[in-house]
């Protein structure tokens, strides 16, 4: 099984920012796409964003398009989600998983635990 840990989330005000992390431990990320997903309360889990292998390639959901950065750093062996002008309907658990590619479901045994992210007043 694949270990990766999320950190970073919080509460934070509407208009705030955090950046997540997505450590992985065990393996090497150089091979591999990672996405971030999230699941809100009584919703089902849905892609946030996604990083290709090298890097070169990103794509995102188009509800966090220009508010969202997806980055990796391969020497820390670690992918990045960097979240600005956080709205309330961004409350959820957000998790990375990895794959071979951006376009495949991510490996099953990859997720991580999650981390909660609450935008409030």
């Known amino acids: 099984q694949l270990q990766l840990v999320e950190s970073g989330g919080g509460l934070v005000q509407p208009g705030g920012s955090l950046r997540l992390s997505c450590a992985a431990s065990?393996?090497?990320?150089?091979?591999?796409?990672i996405g971030w997903f999230r699941q809100a309360p009584g919703k089902e889990r849905e892609g946030v964003s996604c990083i290709s292998s090298s890097g070169g390639s990103t794509n995102y959901a188009d509800s966090v398009k220009g508010r969202f950065t997806i980055s990796r750093d391969n020497a820390k062996n670690t992918v990045y989600l960097q979240m600005n002008s956080l709205k309330p309907e961004d409350t959820a658990v957000y998790y990375c998983?990895?794959?071979?590619?951006?376009?495949?479901?991510?490996?099953?045994?990859?997720w991580g635990q999650g981390t909660q992210v609450t935008v409030s007043s």
């Open positions: 998983a990895v794959g071979r590619s951006c376009y495949l479901p991510p490996r099953p045994d990859s």
């Open positions: 065990g393996f090497t990320l150089d091979y591999y796409a």
